[in-house]
């Protein structure tokens, strides 16, 4: 029962339409958002982050008139592009959403982003990591590496 539950969850919203379905839609398919932000044009942008072991953040855009503009995967390689030194924490979570693992190091003056994502033509997922200024909030350096996490399976051993 629970695994047919859980195949009819649509974490990515693909069976809703732009225009059409609604916020209620939205929620009712993807569930609640982790987090809520006022977007351009008076939207309001639902998070969904499938993180760390689904390597996507969904961003559901609801028009004032509460209808869905569009569901977006926002951990995409042009938008990390996006995320360089000087950019305000504020504006690195309106584009790629929540982070995981957000962590503070006081000694360095640094609060640290973390999210896990793939990159195309990888096998090997990655991390994208930001490191923000504790002073003004702002990006200070921001990389890719990979997920230290990782274990391919077999333990990484050749057989």
């Known amino acids: 029962m629970v695994l047919g539950l859980a195949s ?3 974490f990515d919203g693909h069976t ?4 059409q379905s609604t916020q209620r839609d939205v929620e009712a398919t993807m569930g609640q958002p982790a987090d809520k ?3 351009p044009q ?3 942008v639902y998070w969904y982050p499938q993180l760390p072991y689904g390597h996507a953040s969904y961003a559901a855009r609801i028009a004032p008139d509460g209808h869905l503009v569009a ?4 951990l995409t390689e042009a938008n990390i592009a996006k995320v360089v030194k000087g950019v305000s924490a504020s504006d690195v979570r309106d584009l790629l959403g929540p982070p995981y693992q957000p962590t503070v190091f006081s000694n360095l003056e640094r609060e640290v982003w973390t999210y896990p994502m793939r990159v195309q033509g990888y096998m090997t997922p990655k991390w994208f990591v930001v490191h923000l200024s504790l002073d003004d909030h702002s990006v200070r350096e921001a990389f890719l590496m990979d997920d230290p996490q990782y274990v391919p399976k077999g333990g990484g051993r050749r057989r």
């Open 16 to 19: 809703l339409v732009p225009g």
């Open 37 to 39: 932000r006022i977007g």
């Open 42 to 44: 008076g939207e309001t």
């Open 8 to 10: 009819c969850a649509s």
């Open 71 to 74: 569901i977006e995967q926002r």
